[in-house]
T-cell receptor, first 115, second 114 residues
Framework: GENVEQHPSTLSVQEGDSAVIKCTYSDSASNYFPWYKQELGKGPQLIID???NVGEKKDQRIAVTLNKTAKHFSLHITETQPEDSAVYFC??????????????WGAGTKLIIKP | EAQVTQNPRYLITVTGKKLTVTCSQNMNHEYMSWYRQDPGLGLRQIYYSMNVEVTDKGDVPEGYKVSRKEKRNFPLILESPSPNQTSLYFCASSLSRTGTGELFFGEGSRLTVL
């Protein structure tokens, strides 16, 4: 079955710098890759997602890139701000005929923005 | 306001005492799911439902039951809780029937089993 590995587990960056979180997946049939942000005491919230027919997607300061050949995808946050401090989760799922469609999640990255 | 509501938010119980965590969504979503979150393990799916009266096991279903008698509610039942079920639980729903679209999460239910 699918396995998603996420690195690093903790990332500390200076405010204003960029942050990159990477995930690798094992199932070549996976074709949907969302990223969720979890603030302290809250449930995760979708921040961006990408499907396998696209290599990159941007939304203001965040972007996601997908390399299907290497089976990895990354979250990029530019010009980090204190409110970016949170736990970030990547996930992957397949919508193929033999799939149950369910998301498999990475273990999470705690992002700390230093003032 | 569109939301997923879980209750209780915090619960301390003892081994073997049956409990139910309720989950309700007001977005008319077909899909609902339960997850548990443990440090270093991310989110692991317990059960999911793609429609009323349709439920399927996730990755860690042992020790849990669910039901989907109406579209808006998806309760999680622990018939005989054990300490290894101490965790943070999240309910989620999605407009996508298969769950491969945006998931809306509740605020979580922190369960401690002594």
């Amino acid at each position: 079955g699918e396995n998603v590995e996420q690195h690093p587990s903790t990332l500390s960056v200076q405010e204003g710098d960029s942050a990159v979180i990477k995930c690798t997946y094992s199932d070549s049939a996976s074709n949907y890759f969302p990223w969720y942000k979890q603030e302290l005491g809250k449930g995760p919230q979708l921040i961006i997602d990408i499907r396998s027919n696209v290599g990159e997607k941007k939304d203001q300061r965040i972007a996601v890139t997908l390399n299907k050949t290497a089976k990895h995808f990354s979250l990029h946050i530019t010009e980090t701000q204190p409110e970016d401090s949170a736990v970030y989760f990547c996930a992957a799922s397949s919508t193929g005929l033999d799939s149950n469609y369910q998301l498999i999640w990475g273990a999470g990255t705690k992002l700390i923005i230093k003032p | 306001e569109a939301q997923v509501t879980q209750n209780p938010r915090y619960l301390i119980t003892v081994t073997g005492k049956k409990l139910t965590v309720t989950c309700s969504q007001n977005m008319n979503h077909e899909y609902m799911s339960w997850y548990r979150q443990d440090p270093g393990l991310g989110l692991r799916q317990i059960y999911y439902s793609m429609n009323v009266e349709v439920t399927d096991k996730g990755d860690v279903p042992e020790g849990y039951k669910v039901s989907r008698k109406e579209k808006r509610n998806f309760p999680l039942i622990l018939e005989s809780p054990s300490p290894n079920q101490t965790s943070l639980y999240f309910c989620a729903s999605s407009l996508s029937r298969t769950g491969t679209g945006e998931l809306f999460f509740g605020e979580g239910s922190r369960l401690t089993v002594l």
